[in-house]
């Protein structure tokens, strides 16, 4: 009997102890499961009002984009109504400029040059009517006394490719530098249409008289990559070239142009063994940085300036300064260059970066060989370096 009592005493005291162990696991259970539920419906309440909060900072993002679309694009269109009208009057000036100066010298007008064949390109064409401001009327007479003075107008072309932007730069594979999320395409007037230009989140269209071609600047947005923009356009393209907007730098010193006879380059094309021939009235082509026009070496030379640069940045000066003064420096008998007598077009292409570099991009060069060829410069200088160009390419062929 005492044996079956503890025995029962024991079994019950188990059987207590697995009671409150079951219970304490069960309140355990219940007070996790109560605890889950309480963090998620505060999660639930978080996420609700972060919704709420994003939803109300899209409506205001919306709400400022829509404002300042508006306002950019009011602004624009009278930029563009100005720009229009100023160009249409610099164009009848500069008309009456050259005809006149064509009378005094007795020279017929000329006829408006056949936009040129891309296949089977012409050797040589006639001036167009020019679209920019040229300072005073030129002739081929020879110029002398106060008519040798620096002739530089730096000219904003009125056209919507040329519009400052803001200068971002990315790079290819093999490391050569273009102007991000752009590419650039040159054909004819023709071709345009099949482009379909609406497939970029942004394009640009210029005519270029002197080329006879038409120049797109397009900006592919996020939608797509440059490489396959490039792929699409090839495929619709039957005449002319497509490529990144490449990015070119300088070549050479920039110090300051030394003012010395013993250094200047008529005395030192002597010294090297070759005789230069030095022809009045020749028009000679410079693509390169801005030119110091003040600089005492141009104190007797004819220099005519055309901007070409689309980015808002500082324009450099030193190279162009330098090159010029090696083409047509004229300051008496202190510092002569190769041909004194020559009349300089010098096209600006150069800027400079966030980052502190000198650099031109090829739609700016393609621009400025359009310039010069309706000018009919006789020969171009260009000292810069860079990758290889589709464009660039064809524009000077």
């Known amino acids: 009997e005492q044996a079956e009592e503890e025995a029962e005493e024991q079994a ?63 602004a624009t269109e009278k930029n563009e109504e100005r720009s229009n009208a100023v160009a249409e009057r610099l164009k009848e000036r500069n008309r009456e400029l050259e005809d006149a100066a064509r009378q005094r010298s007795g020279i017929p007008a000329r006829l408006p040059s056949a936009r040129p064949n891309l296949r089977q390109p012409p050797a040589d064409r006639t001036k167009p009517q020019s679209n920019g401001v040229t300072a005073g009327a030129k002739t081929n007479r020879p110029t002398t006394g106060s008519d040798r003075r620096i002739k530089s107008q730096s000219r904003q072309r009125a056209e919507t490719i040329a519009a400052e932007r803001e200068y971002f730069e990315a790079f290819d594979d093999i490391g050569d530098a273009y102007v ?31 080329l006879g071609l038409v120049l797109v600047r397009a900006n592919v947005g996020d939608t797509q990559t440059v490489d396959a923009g490039i792929a699409q356009i090839s495929a619709s393209l039957d005449i002319g070239r497509v490529d990144r907007n490449h990015v070119y730098e300088t070549e050479g010193i920039n110090d300051p142009v030394p003012i010395m006879d013993a250094r200047a380059p008529s005395s030192l094309s002597v010294l090297m063994g070759f005789a230069h021939q030095a022809l009045p009235n020749i028009k000679l082509g410079l693509i390169d940085t801005g030119i110091e026009t003040s600089h005492p070496v141009f104190e007797n030379s004819v220099i005519e300036i055309s901007d070409f640069v689309s980015f808002q940045a500082d324009r450099p000066l030193e190279h162009g300064t330098n090159v010029a003064s090696i083409l047509v420096g004229n300051q008496d008998t202190v510092y002569t260059g190769l041909n004194p007598n020559a009349h300089l077009y010098a096209a600006s292409v150069f800027f400079n970066t966030p980052k502190g570099d000198r650099v031109a991009t090829a739609e700016s060069l393609v621009r400025a060989l359009d310039w010069l060829v309706r000018e009919q410069v006789s020969v171009i200088n260009m000292s810069l370096s860079g990758p290889p160009n589709e464009l660039l390419e064809l524009a000077i062929r």
């Open 12 to 74: 019950e005291e188990e059987a207590e102890e697995q009671a409150e162990e079951e219970a304490e696991e069960q309140a355990e259970e219940e007070a996790e499961e109560q605890a889950e539920e309480e963090a998620e419906e505060q999660a639930e309440e978080e996420v609700d009002g972060l919704e709420n909060r994003l939803e109300q900072i899209e409506n205001a993002v919306r709400e400022t984009e829509t404002n300042a679309e508006r306002q950019s694009r009011e």
């Open 180 to 210: 991000a999320d752009e590419l650039i395409i040159l054909t004819d007037e023709e071709n345009i249409e099949k482009l379909n230009l609406d497939r970029f989140a942004k394009s640009e269209v210029e005519y270029l008289e002197g």
